[in-house]
């Protein structure tokens, strides 16, 4: 899965998103992935529903005269004659606390020590964080469990008959894993084209695993925190792979924009999608990497207004990783992956090996996005089993001849990326 991130309220009415996707498709991706369409609360928050069923306003055109499912589906339809599926969020371990749902079904919620609806709340740097615009649906203990599934079961069948094929599933850890088993099941018996994407970035290992193994086709994983030399990530992709494959984001719309975080360097930019997109089988990018925006994404307060004048445009190097995770297998499933050690600790190198075609390939990649780094081996192929050639496919300044020795000096953050041919 290849995703563009099209976050609904800067992108604004359905009316204005042709362009947004002609420009994703253009960049190579065949997902969109858009965040909670459906009418917020009062707190105005994307992620807190307060009806289902119904359009956020914020989306429609009102005066097009054309009623709001059908502006939403005619938009579906553009990305489809642009060969892009849409993917949309489910958000079922809450509701708005001001939805009609928590005085018409109070049994379907957590309740606190004094009786009341319980908002859903974290730990963060040692301070709970409490979301008082949001009531925790109970799926583990309410006693109208059924009638809660059924409800859950509707809003996706509702999804599906808006175009939707795709779901992300807000915080999927925090539901049973019996109910997303059963969910999954019960969907994809009637929509096996179906997919289902957990999100559960802040969860144990473990954790991950269960949920992931109650049949979800991939997870989120987290590779956007890596620093290219712990060995966390790795032990994590390899308990994880077994269990589904998993994305990896440059950024997200919960975390910093990368080009305000790295001051705006562009190396940096390159380097982290190189990375992403290649590291794992699946990759997600959120609308305005591309341009080097620095505003995060706020689910409240952003607007079109908010969308600003590019300060780079990656559109091109963007298109041209995504053509190489396209046309290799190798970049396109949870491949077994290792480190291999090398003399200048600026250098990443990283084999990957395909179970299905048995190619392989070599990331050599410059951990440094600020200064050149010098590689260097004796013999490229010392690090495959495979016998030549290796051919270099790298999305800048390919080379056509891999000489032994190899020596190369890397520009800040540069990736260079070899492949073997598969069987």
């Not at 009531?135 to 008959?161: M, N, T």
């Amino acid at each position: 899965m290849k995703i563009y991130n099209l976050f609904p309220t800067l992108a604004g009415r359905f009316g204005y998103w042709q362009p947004h996707l002609e420009r994703a498709a253009a960049m190579g991706f065949d997902w969109i992935f858009v965040n909670p369409i459906q009418r917020p609360g009062r707190s105005g928050s994307l992620y807190s529903i307060a009806d289902y069923f119904q359009i956020n306003p914020a989306l429609l055109s009102p005066r097009s005269g054309v009623p709001p499912q059908d502006q939403l589906k005619a938009t579906v339809r553009a990305a489809e004659k642009l060969g892009l599926r849409m993917m949309v969020d489910l958000v079922i371990n809450h509701c708005a606390a001001d939805a009609k749902l928590v005085k018409q079904y109070p049994q379907w919620f957590v309740h606190d020590g004094n009786g009341l609806v319980a908002h859903p709340s974290c730990w963060h740097d040692g301070e709970q964080i409490v979301w008082h615009d949001l009531a925790q649906f109970d799926h583990e203990h309410s006693v109208d469990k059924e009638h809660l599934y059924r409800f859950c079961r509707e809003v996706v069948l509702h999804l599906i008959g808006l175009g939707f094929t795709g779901f992300r599933c807000d915080a999927a850890y925090q539901l049973p894993s019996p109910f997303w088993r059963r969910l999954i099941a019960d969907i994809k018996r009637d929509y096996p084209e179906s997919v289902f994407v957990a999100e559960t970035l802040g969860c144990s290992p473990e954790r991950t695993r269960e949920t992931a193994l109650a049949g979800f086709d991939y997870i989120f994983n987290s590779a956007k925190w890596w620093d290219f030399s712990g060995s966390w990530l790795l032990e994590q992709y390899q308990l994880m792979r077994s269990a589904a494959p998993s994305i990896s984001f440059p950024e997200s719309h919960d975390t910093e924009r990368l080009f305000r975080e790295s001051h705006c360097n562009i190396a940096a930019m390159k380097q982290r999608y190189l990375f992403s997109a290649l590291f794992s089988g699946g990759v997600m990018m959120p609308m305005g990497f591309e341009f080097g925006f620095q505003k995060r994404l706020h689910v409240v307060r952003m607007r079109p207004s908010d969308w600003e004048t590019p300060a780079v445009d990656l559109t091109g190097f963007i298109r041209q990783v995504n053509q190489v995770k396209s046309r290799h297998p190798i970049f396109l499933e949870d491949s077994n992956t290792l480190l291999i050690d090398h003399a200048n600790p600026e250098i990443l190198l990283m084999w990957k090996a395909d179970s299905r075609d048995k190619s392989e390939a070599l990331i050599i990649l410059n951990k440094d996005a600020w200064n050149r780094r010098h590689f260097r081996a004796a013999n490229l192929y010392h690090y495959i089993q495979k016998p030549p050639p290796l051919i270099d496919v790298s999305p800048e300044w390919p080379l056509d001849y891999l000489p032994t020795p190899f020596e190369f000096e890397l520009p800040p953050g540069m990736g260079r990326i070899l492949v073997t041919p598969g069987s």
